[in-house]
């Protein structure tokens, strides 16, 4: 009988480590990432050289392959914000007329945004395509009709944050 209990116990001692290949932790996401959209849009005045929110964080680690859905939510819910306020220095640039340098530099920050957001989703099986989407769309609404200047900054910005972001 004892030689039964002592086997019932030590079975499944070995068979736990092969019981699964995680351990069970979720990768948190930087703190930083979860601040005000204010905070974004400083960091991202460094474009098209490499933007860190803290100096230490780039955006694309505020996406992480297994980021809890809330933590997800609210990087989304900043991104967003953050490309709706650039995007709306171009929106009202006056189409046409000679871009302002602040404009231009507007529309190269949401690039880079977009851009460094695609190259942190591009590892984490889809999770974050939506969320990119959502930015995407918010960054480039009203970039066709911002002049050949501003689009020009846009495209350098999204491969800047492609590249370093």
């Known amino acids: ?29 930087p703190p930083v990432c979860l601040t005000a959209p204010g905070d974004w849009l400083t960091a991202l005045d460094a474009a098209p ?13 505020c996406l992480p392959k297994d980021q809890v859905p809330a933590q997800q939510e609210e990087v989304g819910r900043t991104a967003v914000e953050v490309a709706t306020q ?15 340098p602040s404009v231009e530099k507007a529309a190269l920050m949401a ?7 695609e190259k942190g989703a591009a590892e984490t099986q889809g999770i974050h395509s939506t969320l990119v989407n959502r930015v995407e769309a918010a960054a480039t609404n009203g970039l066709d009709r911002a002049g050949r200047q501003v689009q020009a900054a846009y495209d350098k910005g999204r491969e800047a944050g492609l590249e370093s972001g």
């Open 49 to 61: 050289d490499q933007v860190a929110i803290d100096d230490n964080t780039l955006i694309s680690s």
């Open 86 to 100: 650039l995007a709306a220095f171009y929106k009202t640039s006056g189409g046409g007329q000679k871009p302002l």
């Open 1 to 29: 009988m004892r030689r039964s209990v002592a086997l019932a116990l030590v079975v499944p001692a070995l068979l736990l480590p092969l019981a699964g290949c995680s351990d069970g932790r979720k990768i948190p996401t």
């Open 111 to 117: 690039g880079y945004l977009v851009g460094a957001l």
